[in-house]
């Protein structure tokens, strides 16, 4: 049997003060959740999916509700779950009215012959494997509609960028369960007043997640067009690949991030051997791990 590992991340950013404590508990929780899971024999795919369930549904972060909304003051979320046995990946991108798109991302891995679903074909997808659509506007919280009316003043070229000051609270996680498999997954409200369909890192394959048992699990978070020319947590994996240990590769991939793109950003890693990695150039990232060698989880941030 090996040994179980997760690792959570509630996103990198500037994460103010008065935010960190409501970031650690929700890691916390998700990491609870999810190795609860571990614990009672499910696989890494299962434990990735409850964690960022748990993640989804807490406000504080930019996934699910009190996700960042759009120019057009909508929510449009992005998940992914990639299953690194088979490397199947489950995504969904620019869904309205998927409460939990991870639940749905995880359908799509199960149950299509696609990797990726996008807007109402996605919702449909859903909703013909049982999944109710939620209301947008359930997804919508009051401190996303006051960020949106301050940033929608602001000129065409500085909207939808990233701010490393404003919550940019992408979730993942990255687990390793006891038949040795491993899984990745992230979920995301994207930036804050991005164009109505844009699309970042988090859904893509190899840009915000990848999960390899030969390699490597990577959940990827920050500025999303950065980290797509990098194809980053696919970067990472073949750090690990080239005989890096998870620290090294993940201290390595965020750091060329940053020399290339000069874009901003953090990685979770777990790699085959149950390793554990996790860097970031944010000034904060809210994470939490546990392995079977620890008696407690671990919360940072
Ligand atoms: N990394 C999340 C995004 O840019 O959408």
Known sequence: MAKP???????????????VEACRAGCRRALERGWAALAKGASAVEACEVAILELED????????GSHLN???RVQLDAILMDGRTLKTGAVAA??????PI???RLVLEHS?????????????????GVSLCNPSELVIAREVELWYKRKHESDAGRGRFQPKERLGTVGAVARDAQGNLAAGTSTGGTACKYPGRVGDSPLIGCGCYADNQTGAVSATGQGEEIMKMVLAKAACDRLAGGLEP???AEKAVAVLGERT???????????????GAAFSTPNMAYALRTADSADPVVRL
């Open 5 to 19: 590992v997760l690792i959570v991340h509630g996103g990198a950013w500037e994460i103010p003060a008065e935010q």
């Open 58 to 65: 807490d406000p504080v972060f930019d996934a699910g509700i």
């Open 71 to 73: 120019r057009d003051g």
């Open 95 to 100: 869904v309205e009215r998927l409460r939990n």
């Open 103 to 105: 639940q749905t991302a």
């Open 113 to 129: 012959e696609h990797m990726m679903l996008v807007g109402p074909g996605a919702e449909q997808f859903a909703v013909e494997r």
């Open 247 to 249: 620290q090294a590769a």
């Open 262 to 276: 000069e874009g901003l950003g953090g990685l979770i890693v777990v790699d085959a051997q149950g390793r554990v």
